[in-house]
């Protein structure tokens, strides 16, 4: 069958995908981010789409023709901009779905989430509304909604726990830790829409993609935490009101894993009932391995190990890297010495207005930077810009205030760790 894959570039699309090709179906990649997902799939057409922009069914009916099923991958736990959201989750696939019915395709396959009935985030709402509408449509349609999805490598939820498994001495657990999870792994939750698509259900129908094993946070972590290879740490527990105060300073950090969306999602059991994974189990002729089982499959590499460890090291790098410009922005300006700042400028052969012009629009420049870092804006050309002005600050200070570099407190020569800071942010930088 020819299968349209939307959100082909994601932790579970590109699993799909994966699978898809290796059952022998042509499949078509719509994404947004055209490069990266060619890189995945070189020998697979990939095509354009972006769901916050396309809402109309016009969109969507050029790229669905001779296409036999779709599968939506497409989700986004938490944007600042709710229009955004609902653009995503239910505008652009209600086109799509609209034009899946003007286009005579067999089949959708909706990636859902297990509680969005229950809860109240925009996420679990918009998701809601638009599986809503794909059943009330005239086409044979199947909605998956898994628990949480965990497998080779990892992002989002699944990122968070791995770090939170791999803290020396200590390993945090959010409240008592008693939230309940039915993990499924990611490649079961793909051989299961292969299953799906091979002998689609009678009817459209609503799956709760749950394994067999019903677990709570603090077996998942020590699950995780022994697979990664870390000794025993011991439990320590947090008020949960801390960690919604942390989730609401994660809202304002671009593409944090740690938002008020994955806490109150995190908050909420993630389980369904017995009667519903037989259900599941039926439907898809075979039973998902355990969570155990799932975990083990492969062995923790240094690379996990290294991720796992580096999760919450990241914000602290982009945090203190934003920290430096900002803070020395402000000393520039308002809380160092001006006269000292103009005599420093002297020896540099600047005098009068220039420095003047010279001192404020340096702090301008710095604070800019910081400010960039902060919100996460263009991560690479910032990065090369830090590199920049802090290698010229360094050659003309070098030249000029050779004395600097002899200082006790190592203004300079500080540069150098800084440089290197930078380039781990860089490396540091993508989730993909």
């Not at 409240?175 to 309940?180: F, I, L, R, V």
């Not at 919100?375 to 003309?396: D, E, N, P, R, S």
């Amino acid at each position: 069958m020819k299968i349209l894959v939307t959100g082909a570039g994601g932790f579970i699309g590109a699993q799909i995908v994966t699978d898809l090709l290796a059952a022998g179906h042509e499949v078509v990649c719509c994404a947004r981010n055209i490069a990266y997902t060619q890189h995945l799939f070189p020998t697979v057409k990939v095509i354009a789409c972006d769901f916050k922009k396309d809402v109309q069914v016009a969109d969507w009916l050029p790229r669905l023709e001779q296409i036999d099923v779709v599968i939506n991958c497409v989700g986004i736990l938490y944007h600042p901009n709710k229009k955004i959201i609902w653009a995503t989750h239910y505008d652009a696939p209600k086109a799509l779905f609209d034009a899946c019915v003007q286009s005579h395709v067999k089949q959708v396959i909706q990636i859902s989430a297990l509680g969005v009935e229950q809860s109240e985030v925009e996420y679990a709402k918009s998701k809601k509304a638009a599986d809503d509408y794909l059943l009330s449509l005239p086409l044979q349609a199947v909605i998956l909604r898994p628990s949480l999805v965990y497998g080779r490598g990892s992002y989002g939820g699944t990122s968070l726990f791995r770090g939170l498994a791999s803290l020396p001495w200590l390993m945090p657990i959010p409240g008592k830790g008693e939230q309940q999870f039915q993990p499924i792994h990611m490649e079961d939750l793909a051989k299961a829409i292969v299953k799906l698509i091979a002998n689609p259900p009678e009817e459209s129908q609503v799956l709760n993609a749950a394994g067999p094993e019903l677990l709570n946070l603090k077996q998942v972590l020590r699950t995780l935490r022994s697979w990664l290879s870390f000794p025993k740490a011991k439990l320590f527990f947090i008020p949960l009101w801390l960690i919604k105060l942390g989730s609401r300073f994660g809202d304002l950090i671009p593409y944090s894993s740690l938002n008020s969306t994955s806490f109150k999602m995190m908050m909420q059991n993630n389980i369904t009932s017995n009667v519903e994974v037989e259900k599941f189990h039926a439907a898809i002729g075979f039973v998902p391995r355990s969570f155990s089982q799932g975990v083990y499959t492969q062995p923790a590499t240094v690379q996990d190990r290294w991720h796992a460890r580096l999760f919450f090291v990241k914000p602290l790098v982009q945090l203190s890297l934003a920290f430096v410009w900002i803070w020395t922005a402000l000393c520039s300006a308002f809380f160092y010495s001006a006269a000292k700042s103009y005599q420093l400028l002297a020896e540099f052969g600047i005098s009068g207005v220039w420095q003047h012009l010279l001192l404020y629009s340096a702090s301008l420049v710095d604070f800019l930077i910081g400010l960039a870092i902060l919100v996460g804006f263009q991560a690479k050309k910032i990065g090369l810009l830090q590199i920049i002005v802090i290698v010229i600050y360094t050659v003309l200070i070098s030249w000029r205030l050779p004395g600097f570099w002899l200082e006790p407190f190592a203004p300079i020569a500080k540069n150098i760790p800084i440089l290197v800071l930078i380039l781990i942010w860089l490396s540091l930088e993508s989730d993909r």
